[in-house]
């Protein structure tokens, strides 16, 4: 009942930049967190970056420096600006947004994914 539509994935090579952005909507009353995910072949699902209400930010430390998160909390997106990409970025990113519905019950969703593909 609530979708998240990812956008910006692509083929790039090591030390280009790439921008991933995700709009939520549905059965949406407030937004909690926003977030991004992502899931190489044969490892799991790692945080890549999140954002809570209170604009605190989240990061893994293989992207910290190299990525930046952002959301505007009226249209219910968020955006992963990622530079000086590596061939270990290559993964499957996924969205991620924790809300609560109009019924005030907490809940979540998951985007479809996108592929990012760093390579020479």
């Known amino acids: 009942q609530v979708q998240l539509v990812e956008s910006g994935g692509g083929l790039v090579q090591p030390g280009e930049s790439l921008r991933l952005s995700c709009v939520a909507s549905g059965n949406i009353n407030r937004m909690v967190t926003m977030g991004w995910y992502r899931q190489a072949p044969g490892k799991g699902r790692e945080l890549v970056g999140d954002?809570?209400?209170?604009?605190?930010?989240n990061y893994a430390d293989s992207v910290k420096g190299r990525f930046t998160i952002s959301r505007d909390n009226v249209k219910n997106t968020v955006t992963l600006q990622m530079n000086s990409l590596k061939p270990e970025d290559t993964a499957v990113y996924y969205c991620?947004?924790?809300?609560?519905?109009?019924?005030?019950?907490?809940?979540?969703?998951w985007g479809q994914g996108t592929q990012v593909t760093v390579s020479s």
């Open positions: 954002i809570s209400s209170d604009d605190s930010i």
């Open positions: 991620y947004a924790k809300f609560r519905n109009f019924r005030w019950s907490l809940d979540d969703s």
